[in-house]
């Protein structure tokens, strides 16, 4: 299914799915989402299958149940996001500025450097994030996102330096890919995820998605939509 054949029930179900998560700190069930919008359940799975086909979010390969509605996380990812004594997971750093950006609330990721030993918290704060020194290291490529989204997700990890990314690469046997000054990755985040709660969702088109690249300098091959 592609972008154009989404329909105005495609995005209710994807909107309600995204508020219930950010309300609840998990998926309301497919019977809740049929009660608030009026729909029975067999449509309800049916648009969430149509949703997971056009890559607006995960489910489970076994049953018709949400596993990741960017930029929230369903089963513990990475990270953990924390607003006050509420919190939500996600898959990566990135994920994770997508939901304070979404939520427009101060939060705090707490993640590990490289996915590895050493603990860090990043603060988003006033609508900025505090670790400006911090690098986001983004391992897959655009055009494989979708190949294995959690993969993908679990591949974009904080550094200090680009020597530890180096390092890191060549100890793990992973590419090479993007790497993003964080507080640079936090304005993209903010764009591509600020309205998701406070307006009706709808996908972005692939042309939608180049010139949010092109405003923030994606530009490169990495960040090319067709492989």
């Not at 790497?179 to 985040?189: C, D, Q, T």
């Amino acid at each position: 299914m592609g972008d154009a054949t989404l329909t105005p029930l495609h995005f209710s179900v994807r909107g309600a799915l995204t508020r219930g998560i950010a309300e609840m700190g998990y998926a309301p069930s497919n019977q809740i989402l049929s009660e608030r919008l009026g729909e029975t359940v067999e449509t309800i799975e049916q648009t969430l299958q149509q949703l997971h086909e056009a890559h607006a979010l995960q489910l489970h390969p076994h049953c018709c149940k949400p596993w990741v509605v960017h930029p929230f996380a369903l089963s513990p990812g990475s990270c953990w996001v924390q607003s006050g004594d509420r919190g939500w997971w996600a898959n990566c750093v990135y994920c994770g500025m997508g939901i304070a950006a979404a939520l427009g609330q101060d939060v705090e990721i707490h993640t590990r450097m490289g996915g590895e030993q050493e603990p860090i918290v990043i603060h988003v704060t006033n609508g900025n994030v505090q670790e400006e020194e911090l690098l986001l290291h983004l391992s897959t490529p655009v055009s494989e996102w979708w190949d294995n989204v959690i993969h993908a997700c679990a591949s974009f990890q904080p550094f200090r330096s680009t020597a530890d990314i180096n390092a890191w690469c060549a100890r793990h046997d992973l590419p090479l890919g993007a790497v993003v000054p964080l507080p640079k990755m936090w304005r993209f985040a903010a764009d591509w995820y600020g309205d998701y709660l406070r307006t009706p969702w709808k996908k972005r088109t692939v042309e939608e998605a180049k010139e949010l690249f092109l405003k923030h300098g994606f530009t490169d091959k990495f960040w090319r939509l067709d492989a």
